[in-house]
């Protein structure tokens, strides 16, 4: 399950995720797309997402901006491995150094 929110430019990126693959019939991703021209920050973004009740488990946060070919399974692996011996536990933060 895939939640893109927007900000700027939403209808073309909601029509832009209309037509990829991800969209056809046949596709094991469901793409939805959330839209708030009032979020200013993450912090806004997340408390949005949360109000609408999208987060429900495990999730990765991404900017938009971003391209990788990071291992997502295994950021997730490491995330609910930490969590099983604490609790508190809650976000795992990936960086990386830009050369």
């Keep these: ?3 893109v929110f927007c900000c700027a430019h939403a209808e073309k990126i909601k029509k832009h995720l209309s037509e ?3 969209s056809a019939r046949h ?3 469901t793409v939805t797309t959330v839209i708030s021209q009032n979020s200013l920050s993450t ?3 997340l408390r949005e997402v949360d109000r609408q009740g999208f987060i429900r488990s495990d999730f990765v946060l991404i900017f938009g901006d ?3 070919n990071m291992r ?3 950021v997730l692996t490491e995330h609910r491995d930490r969590r099983k011996h604490d609790t508190t536990a ?3 933060s990936v ?3 830009v050369t």
């Design 20 to 22: 990829c693959r991800w």
């Design 1 to 3: 399950e895939i939640f």
């Design 72 to 74: 997502l399974d295994q």
């Design 66 to 68: 971003v391209v990788s």
């Design 27 to 29: 596709s094991t991703v």
């Design 90 to 92: 809650v976000m795992t």
């Design 43 to 45: 912090g806004d973004a």
């Design 95 to 97: 960086f990386k150094l």
